[in-house]
């Protein structure tokens, strides 16, 4: 982040620098009154202020992106990593439908395994309450067996 704040600030001064500079050039050639291709001087010199000026921008872009890999990644692959974004976050859109779907197929799984756990623990508690009477009836039986017996063994 440092590097691109300094890269954007470098080229507000470069700006700053390059309309002073194409300034100063078009005044000097149109001192001059120099003549290319025919041109009236006048019109020699805007097109040689342009010309430094374009020149200056170019070689200060260019010196921004040796300076900051993040500026440099934005100007060559700006568009292409805009792209990529759109698809990346389509992607994860329907990777998170997909997987809330899937969350509440086992969340609804989960709320029948709760069910059938609670019904095989009310089952289990009725199979204790059972076993527990049927222990109850059974020490009734042998207490019974043997007061028979007993009786039995008197009459004998």
Known sequence: MFWTVLAMLL?????????????????????????????????????????????????????????????RHVVLRGEAAINDNIRIRKQNELILKKMSGQYADQEAKLDDTLKQVAIAKARNDATKAMNSDLEKQKSALVGANMDYQRRNALLD
Do not use: C, E
Request: no cysteine.
């Open 11 to 71: 080229l507000v001064v470069t700006g700053g620098f390059i309309s002073y500079y194409g300034d100063l050039q078009g005044r000097r050639w149109g001192k001059r009154r120099v003549s290319w291709f025919g041109m009236r001087p006048k019109h020699t010199a805007i097109l040689i202020t342009s010309l430094t000026g374009a020149m200056i921008a170019l070689l200060s872009v260019v010196a921004v992106m040796i300076v900051s890999p993040n500026v």
